[in-house]
């Protein structure tokens, strides 16, 4: 969001970024040049955080001047939806997921038709629809009736970070990174245990999430605090030294709903652009950019297997370095420049 909203900041839009605050919430970016507003809700999850939050986004937004509204997944287009249809403005829909395959929905039968039964209201009177790869794209098309576009969830290219740029965290080995929400279906606990099977190695999980708690006890459970570091949330500033210097990126996931299988995580061109090989879920957006680019190993989310496979590439300095050397290539068009054209000239259509 902060690379879209600065984008069009850029290019003489004024945008205002509008989100919730938590008890946990870092302070604000304040060099960014767009304008951060954080709403305070009562509920912080379930059912009666997401009403009242689309309640309270409802009046705030009223009593704004703007004439386009951007809702961000399922979760903020009600509010959306009914400001634009009160103030007779754009709606645009910009979907980072598959909103009801996520884990977290898809098996909850009434949560999920709540959420469809938005989307079916909503999205098909969005003025522009976009969302982060192709697959997604052609499944909300047939799924909504509305044209989706695709503006993929990459970083802004890289420039050299030093190896000394890490000293502060108190890592003395090289390791393996997991960055990004600790929560269902990530194989996270698989990528855990596979580390009774991985020497001299740490496995450094940055970010936190519902699994938070389950994670680090099951860290204690096995003894592998030696072997295992939560560093919690990190700043994209600080996120980007640390994948720099990782020496593997694991991206894996269960196929627990349609969100996951369809995926085009920004992780996983985070490692491109860093030239750092990536273990990655053998899924359909993921094979097609690997069978162009030979830039990752592509497995099966089992503790047997991420640990061989981590051991494999640890040792195999060839395999290794032509990973390595794939993901720089590729990183050449999976990166913020590219995409940010795309969406200059999609909003240049309706504003």
């Known amino acids: 969001m902060q690379r879209i909203c600065s984008t069009l900041s850029n290019a003489g839009y004024e945008v205002e970024l509008v989100g919730r605050i938590l008890p946990t919430s870092s302070e604000l970016n304040a060099s960014l040049n767009f304008k951060q507003t954080r709403i305070k809700c009562i509920f912080n999850k379930g059912k009666l955080f997401y009403l009242e939050y689309n309640i309270r986004l409802i009046f705030y937004l009223l009593n704004q001047k703007f004439n386009t509204i951007c809702s961000i997944d399922l979760d903020t287009l009600l509010a959306g939806g009914i400001v634009s249809k009160i103030l007779n403005i754009n709606l645009f829909f910009d979907a980072h997921e598959h909103f009801t395959e996520v884990?977290?929905?898809?098996?909850?039968?009434f949560t999920k038709f709540i959420w469809s039964k938005i989307g079916k209201i909503f999205i098909p009177k969005a003025k522009l629809c976009y969302t982060v790869g192709p697959a997604l794209a052609q499944l909300f098309e047939e799924l909504y009736n509305n044209k989706f576009e695709v503006i993929l969830n990459v970083p802004i290219k890289n420039e050299h970070v030093s190896n000394n740029d890490i000293s502060g965290y108190n890592i003395n080995k090289p390791y393996i990174l997991?960055?990004?929400?600790?929560n269902k279906s990530r194989g996270l606990e698989q990528s855990i245990m596979a580390m009774q099977q991985v020497e001299n190695t740490l496995f450094v999980i940055a970010g936190e999430g519902d699994l938070s708690l389950e994670l680090r006890d099951l860290v204690k459970q096995n003894n592998l605090e030696n072997k295992v570091m939560f560093l919690g949330f990190i700043k994209p500033t600080?996120?980007?030294?640390?994948?720099?210097?990782?020496?593997?990126?694991?991206?894996?996931l269960e196929h627990n709903g349609e969100?996951?299988?369809?995926?085009?995580?920004?992780?996983?061109?985070d490692y491109l652009q860093a030239g750092v090989p990536c273990l990655c879920a053998n899924f359909p957006e993921y094979i097609a950019i690997n069978n162009q680019y030979n830039c990752c190993k592509l497995i099966n989310c089992e503790v047997n297997t991420v640990a061989n496979e981590i051991n494999n590439l640890l040792n195999n300095f060839e395999e290794y370095s032509v990973l390595s050397k794939n993901a720089l290539t590729a990183s050449v068009y999976y990166n913020w420049s590219v995409e940010e054209d795309k969406l200059l000239k999609m909003y240049e259509k309706y504003i």
Not at 178 to 182: D, E, F, S, V
Not at 238 to 252: D, Q, S, V
């Open 238 to 252: 600080e996120l980007k030294k640390l994948t720099a210097n990782a020496k593997i990126g694991l991206n894996l």
């Open 259 to 269: 969100s996951y299988y369809y995926s085009l995580a920004n992780k996983f061109f």
């Open 178 to 182: 997991y960055q990004g929400a600790l």
């Open 103 to 109: 884990p977290e929905v898809t098996n909850r039968k």
